[in-house]
């Protein structure tokens, strides 16, 4: 065989697989749909456990039924906390969707916060912007946000915007704030600033981009966990080395699951749900939802290492 056939059939190859990687994952690792389970050692002494499912990044469009029947399922957890870390939406028609999918779940006691694309509906970006230029920023049309936002405190879910509330769950007192999506700059921190109550059995920070000028400002004021999202862990990672980028200024080796911060805060990053319409793709990364049994730390919280839970995936529809 000639130097010239032996490169030709090269490309080839290359060429098939690159083409088998994307219908991979755009057709089947994007609709591989799995439930995550997290302990994470974060409530003060002597607390008994809570079970708080945390999700993220539907960005729903109303025709994605297989995403929708899945989600339905979750209400079967039978969580005693619904946290929403935000991008509930990606289409103008889309609140319906999603407020008649996660019903079971608006039965429950529940805390969200939103993110960019609840504001602003996905539009198509140059993909190497994420590596060049992450500060750029490009916003599609206004999203109906304020009828997810009436839709969900109408059925006893709260709006930790800019807000701190005291909470009792499962006979825990919850002291929870968040602030706005600081992806796009609509963070204030100082609206919510303050040491959190340092009696109450969890103190819980919402955020939607786990950006770490927030993160600093949550555990100064005494937090023991915060949720968010956005990064979608990556959504194409490579095997052995994990998520490209994240999108925000997390590093890399945070994008997803739970880790530290610092050394008295446990921060829980969501994969998401779901991905914007125009990069329907996920590799090495499934789409998730997660339920964490959060336990009593024996140092409330302040516990030294990088690792603070172990995850493992319970169950998955396709």
């Not at 805390?111 to 509906?121: L, M, P, Q, R, T």
């Not at 060049?132 to 916003?139: A, G, I, M, Y």
């Not at 807000?163 to 609206?191: F, Q």
């Amino acid at each position: 065989m000639s130097a010239a056939s032996v490169v030709k059939k090269t490309a080839a190859v290359a060429a098939g697989s690159v083409v088998a990687c994307i219908g991979y994952a755009s057709i089947i690792e994007r609709n591989a749909f799995v439930t995550r389970e997290v302990t994470m050692p974060v409530l003060t002494p002597g607390s008994t456990p809570l079970r708080v499912l945390h999700i993220s990044d539907i960005h729903m469009r109303p025709n994605q039924r297989r995403k929708q029947a899945w989600l339905r399922e979750l209400a079967s957890l039978q969580p005693d906390l619904v946290v929403n870390t935000g991008d509930n939406l990606a289409h103008p028609k889309a609140v319906p969707a999603v407020v008649q999918t996660l019903g079971d779940l608006l039965s429950l006691p529940g805390v969200f916060v939103f993110g960019s694309n609840d504001y602003f509906a996905p539009r198509l970006k140059n993909p190497a912007n994420y590596l060049t230029n992450p500060s750029h920023r490009t916003f599609g049309q206004p999203l109906p946000w304020q009828d997810l936002r009436a839709a969900f405190t109408e059925r006893g879910w709260l709006d930790l915007t800019h807000n701190r509330r005291e909470i009792e769950v499962a006979g825990l007192r919850i002291a929870a704030a968040g602030v706005d999506d600081p992806h796009i700059k609509r963070d204030r921190y100082e609206t919510i600033a303050g040491p959190a109550d340092p009696t109450a059995n969890l103190r819980l920070g919402l955020t939607h981009s786990p950006e770490p000028r927030v993160l600093d400002r949550f555990a100064g004021d005494g937090y023991q966990l915060v949720m968010a999202g956005h990064t979608h862990g990556g959504q194409l990672c490579l095997p052995f080395y994990g998520a490209i980028v994240t999108n925000c200024d997390l590093d890399r080796s945070r994008a997803k699951g739970a880790s530290r911060w610092g050394a008295g805060m446990a921060l829980h990053v969501s994969a998401g749900i779901g991905t914007s319409p125009y990069a329907p793709l996920r590799f090495c990364c499934r789409p998730e939802a997660t339920l964490l049994t959060l336990v009593a730390a024996p140092t409330g919280g302040r516990g030294a290492g990088t690792r603070v839970g172990q995850s493992h995936p319970t169950a998955s529809v396709r």
